[in-house]
C-alpha cells in the first residue's frame, strides 16, 4: 500500500469522526474539517491510491489544460475523452446553468435553479478561470525563468486566484495557489487549496502536482523533491460517504500494493513539448495496481 494510501485513509476516518455537517452551495451537505495537511517526499515515492483505481490520463491531461495548454475551453479536454468539466461548461450560446443553493436577503439558502450569461464569445469555456489565468499572466513561463535563472528568488508562485476575474469564471480555482523552491539541487512545492472535495478532488490534484513538480524539476535539470499540500476545508459529500467506508475497509481487508513510478521521457527538456495527447507519450504510470474503481456522484 502506497504511503498516501494510509495519509488519504487517516484523513477519511478523521473527517467522518471528527467533522462537522454543513450546507454549501450544492445543496448536498458535507462532513468537514477545517483544514490539513500532507508531506510527500518524491524521491522516496510518487503519490498515488491504490486502495481505489484513480485516473490518472484524466487528472494528467487535466493538468496540462491548464498550465502546458494554458486553455479554459472544455472541448481541449473532450477531444482528449476527458469529461470532468463537461458539469461547468458554458453552452454555445454563452449561458451556464445549474441547480444551486443561493443565499436569500434573509440569509437562508434556497435551491434554485441559476443560470448566468457569459457571452457568446465565452461558449464552451469555464470563464477566466485555471487556466486562462495562467495564460494571462505567463505564470509557467516566469516561474520556469526564475528556477533556471534566479534559483533562491523567494517569490517563485503560481496564484491562480485572482479577485479582478473571479466573476466571471463558473469555478473559481479550488488547488489555487502554488509555491517553488530550490535546495541543494531539488525542486520543492507547496500547494494551498482553499476547498478539497476529499473523495473525488483530491486523489486526482495529488496526482497532477506530483506530475507537475516532476516535469518542471525534469525541465530545469533539477531532482524532485518533496511536495506539502495545504487544505482549508476538507469535505466528504454525504453521498459520498459509503464509498468512503468501502475504501477504508480495502485498506483492512485487501493486499497491499505499492505505488507507481511516474516516467518522463528524457528526451524532452521543453515543457512545453511533451505529448498532450490522450496516449501521453512522454508521460507513463508505470507498473499502477490498484484494488478497482469506486464510484463517487459530483456535486456542481
Not at 138 to 161: A, E, F, G, T, Y
Not at 165 to 171: M, P, S, Y
Not at 187 to 208: E, I, K, Y
Amino acid at each position: 500500500m502506497s504511503k498516501f494510501d494510509k495519509e488519504y485513509i487517516k484523513l477519511c476516518r478523521k473527517i467522518l469522526s471528527e467533522g462537522k455537517e454543513v450546507e454549501n452551495r450544492t445543496g448536498i451537505n458535507t462532513i468537514k474539517i477545517p483544514s490539513y495537511t500532507f508531506h510527500f517526499d518524491l524521491e522516496d515515492e510518487f503519490p498515488m491510491l491504490t486502495t481505489k483505481q484513480v485516473f490518472y490520463k484524466n487528472a494528467i491531461t487535466e493538468m496540462l489544460w491548464i498550465y502546458q495548454a494554458q486553455s479554459n475551453d472544455v472541448r481541449w479536454l473532450k477531444e482528449r475523452g476527458n469529461h470532468i468539466w463537461d458539469e461547468w461548461e458554458i453552452d454555445e450560446n454563452g449561458i451556464w446553468k445549474a441547480n444551486q443553493m443561493v443565499l436569500e436577503k434573509d440569509g437562508k439558502l434556497v435551491k434554485k435553479d441559476i443560470e448566468k450569461d457569459f457571452g457568446k464569445e465565452w461558449a464552451h469555456t469555464i470563464g477566466t478561470a485555471y487556466g486562462w489565468i495562467v495564460n494571462r499572466y505567463h505564470l509557467v513561463d516566469k516561474l520556469i525563468d526564475k528556477i533556471k535563472n534566479n534559483p533562491n528568488d523567494r517569490r517563485m508562485l503560481m496564484s491562480l486566484w485572482q479577485d479582478e476575474f473571479l466573476d466571471t469564471a463558473v469555478l473559481p480555482s479550488c488547488v489555487w495557489s502554488s509555491e517553488w523552491d530550490v535546495t541543494d539541487g531539488k525542486l520543492n512545492l507547496l500547494v494551498h487549496q482553499r476547498s478539497c472535495d476529499v473523495a473525488l478532488g483530491l486523489p486526482f490534484n495529488v496526482t497532477q502536482y506530483a506530475t507537475l513538480l516532476s516535469m518542471i524539476a525534469h525541465c530545469t535539470g533539477l531532482k524532485t523533491g518533496t511536495m506539502d499540500w495545504s487544505i482549508k476545508d476538507a469535505h466528504i459529500y454525504v453521498n459520498q460517504i459509503e464509498g468512503i467506508k468501502e475504501q477504508i475497509k480495502r485498506e483492512e481487508s485487501l493486499e497491499d500494493l505499492k505505488a507507481p513510478t511516474l516516467w518522463l521521457n528524457p528526451e524532452v527538456k521543453n515543457f512545453y513539448k511533451f505529448d498532450n495527447s490522450r496516449e501521453l507519450k512522454d508521460i507513463k504510470i508505470i507498473d499502477y495496481k490498484h484494488h478497482g474503481k469506486i464510484s463517487f456522484p459530483i456535486a456542481q
